[in-house]
C-alpha cells in the first residue's frame, strides 16, 4: 500500500541553568562531582524540610524567555509530577503544568523560518541512574538541579528541521549566559517526537524517542522513526503510542515503555510553594542583560564590518570569540585581516589547548601589534606564524617573539644575492622563462630562496633582486 504521509516532529529540550545552586536547595551542584556529594535534605525531601525558590534560577529562566520573544506570565505556579523511580527519592517532581511562567515564544531555524513553542516551564532535575556489572546504582547529585523545559508545538516536519532547531536554541542561550548548553555534561537533553500521518489529516499516534546524546543522533533517531512508521503503516499495521530508545551502534529505536498520559502523573499544585511572582523590575533587569543575540550580531558584522558571510557565520558561533574579535579591532587591526588571522591561526591554537581565546596567553592587543607589524614589512606570513606560536606558548609580545627567533625580515642584498644565485642554478628552466617575460616561473624561484631562509626574506625585496639578477646575467 502507497501512503502518502507526512511528519509531524516535536522536542522538549531541558536545559539546566547555569547557578550556583540548586532550584529549591543550597546545595551547590556542578557536574563532575563525586556521586552524592552534593545533596541536602530538600533534595531528598526528608520531613520537615521546605524547598525555597532559588532567585538566580529565576532571573535566568526569565531571560530565557525574553531571548525566545516568549510571554513571560506575571503569575505561574509550580506543581508535583508524580512517578515512581529510583532517582526520584521524594516519589515526585516539582515541576510547572497548568501555569507555566512562559507561554509561547520561538526558535528560528535559519532562511527566515520559525518553530513556535508551546510554553517553557521551570522545574527542578531527577537523580541519574548509573548502570554497571555490579548493578544500577543511584547518583543523587543532580536531584533538584535548576531547569527550563522548553516545547515546541507541532511545527516541524523535516528532522533537519529539528537538528536546525537545536543549533540555533543552544546559540541563543549560550550568548545570553542561561546555560552552557552541554550535550555531554548533559546542561542540555533533548526528546522528540515523532508522529505521521496525510497531509493535512489528524495528527497519527506519537511515539517519543529518548537517549539522544548529540544533535546529529536526534536528526537520525527522527529519520529513522519516519522510515519505520512508514513501513508499519504502509503494511496495514498501526504504530503504538510508546517511548523508544536510539541505539546509535545499531542506527535505530527500540522500545522502551508504553508513552504516559499527563493523568499518569498525577499532578497538582505544590502546597509547599507559594505563586511564582515574576515583577516588572525582574522583567526590566532581565531585558536590560539579554545583551546581542546571535542574529543582531550577524547582521551587524556584515553591514559594520563588511565581512562576507563565512566570515560571519565563523565569529558568531561563540559570544566569546566576536568579543575576542571586536576588541582586536577596537585595538586598532583592520577588520578583515584580524578576522582571517582568528580563523586560520589563532582559533586552531585556541582549540589544541582545549580553551576559549580569553584563555589564551595572547591578548587582542598582542595580535594587533603583530598584525601591524606585518603591515609595516618586519614578518612575512611565515615568519609571522611562527611569532604567534611563540607569543601563545610564552605570553610574550611580538616583539619578543622577533627578538628570541630572530626572525627580522632580511632585505640586504649581500645576504641574498648569494641565495638568488643558488637559485638561479637549481632552476635554469625557470630563470630562461623570466627572461623571456613568462613570469609566472618567478614563483618557483622565490620559493627556493624563501626556503633557504625559512621564510625570512621579504618578498618585495626578493622579486626585485631576482628580476635585476636574471636580467643581468649570472
Excluded at 520537615?48 to 529562566?61: C, D, F, Q, R, V
Excluded at 504504530?239 to 493523568?263: G, I, Y
Amino acid at each position: 500500500m502507497h501512503l502518502n504521509l507526512e511528519p509531524t516532529i516535536g522536542l522538549e529540550v531541558h536545559v539546566q541553568l547555569a547557578t550556583r545552586t540548586k532550584l529549591f536547595s543550597p546545595a551547590a551542584y556542578a557536574a563532575g562531582a563525586p556521586p552524592n556529594t552534593r545533596v541536602h535534605a530538600i533534595d531528598l525531601g526528608l520531613p520537615g524540610t521546605l524547598p525555597a525558590m532559588n532567585e538566580k534560577a529565576l532571573a535566568l529562566a526569565v531571560r530565557a524567555a525574553l531571548a525566545l520573544d516568549g510571554v513571560v506570565q506575571a503569575s505561574s505556579r509550580f506543581a508535583r509530577k508524580h512517578y515512581f523511580y529510583p532517582d526520584l527519592p521524594k516519589g515526585y517532581q516539582i515541576s510547572q503544568y497548568e501555569e507555566p511562567y512562559c507561554q509561547g515564544g520561538r526558535v528560528p531555524l535559519g532562511d527566515g523560518r520559525f518553530c513556535t513553542l508551546q510554553r517553557i516551564h521551570l522545574e527542578e532535575d531527577a537523580g541519574k541512574l548509573v548502570h554497571t556489572d555490579a548493578g544500577t546504582l543511584v547518583d543523587l547529585d543532580r536531584s533538584g538541579a535548576p531547569l527550563i523545559e522548553i516545547v515546541s508545538l507541532p511545527h516541524l516536519h523535516d528532522p533537519a528541521d529539528a537538528h536546525a532547531f537545536l543549533v540555533n536554541l543552544r546559540e541563543i542561550l549560550r550568548f545570553c549566559g542561561v546555560s552552557d548548553c552541554d550535550m555531554e555534561l548533559g546542561t542540555l537533553r533533548c526528546d522528540a517526537n515523532v508522529s505521521l500521518a496525510a497531509a493535512g489529516a489528524k495528527l497519527g499516534t506519537k511515539v517519543e524517542i529518548k537517549n539522544l546524546n548529540s544533535f546529529k543522533m536526534v536528526q537520525r533517531s527522527l529519520e529513522y522513526e519516519v522510515r519505520r512508521q512508514t513501513a508499519v503503516l504502509s503494511a496495514g499495521g498501526r504504530v503504538a503510542q510508546e517511548t523508544r530508545l536510539w541505539n546509535d551502534e545499531q542506527a535505530e529505536t527500540r522500545p522502551m515503555r508504553s508513552k504516559e498520559f499527563a493523568e499518569d502523573y498525577r499532578y497538582f499544585p505544590d502546597p509547599d510553594l507559594p505563586p511564582l511572582r515574576v515583577t516588572p523590575d525582574l522583567l526590566a533587569a532581565q531585558q536590560a542583560q539579554l545583551g546581542e543575540l546571535p542574529s543582531a550580531r550577524r547582521e551587524r558584522y556584515a553591514i559594520q564590518f563588511a565581512l562576507p558571510p563565512y566570515d560571519v557565520e565563523v565569529l558568531t558561533q561563540e559570544k566569546s570569540t566576536g568579543d575576542w574579535f571586536e576588541l582586536v579591532v577596537a585595538a586598532g587591526a583592520e577588520p578583515k585581516s584580524a578576522s582571517n588571522w582568528i580563523m586560520s591561526d589563532v582559533q586552531k591554537h585556541a582549540r589544541a589547548r582545549g580553551c576559549s581565546l580569553f584563555q589564551l596567553q595572547l591578548t587582542p592587543l598582542a595580535l594587533w601589534e603583530l598584525l601591524r607589524t606585518i603591515a609595516r614589512g618586519t614578518l612575512t606570513a611565515t615568519t609571522a606564524r611562527q611569532a604567534l606560536q611563540h607569543m601563545v606558548d610564552h605570553g610574550t609580545g611580538v616583539e619578543t617573539a622577533i627578538t628570541a627567533l630572530s626572525l627580522s625580515r632580511i632585505v640586504d642584498e649581500a645576504t641574498l644575492d648569494p641565495l638568488i644565485l643558488a637559485a638561479i642554478s637549481a632552476l635554469p628552466a625557470a630563470a630562461r622563462d623570466v627572461r623571456d617575460g613568462k613570469l609566472k616561473a618567478l614563483d618557483a624561484m622565490k620559493g627556493h630562496v624563501m626556503r633557504a631562509t625559512k621564510g625570512k626574506a621579504d618578498p618585495s625585496r626578493l622579486e626585485e633582486l631576482l628580476l635585476a639578477r636574471i636580467h643581468k646575467g649570472v
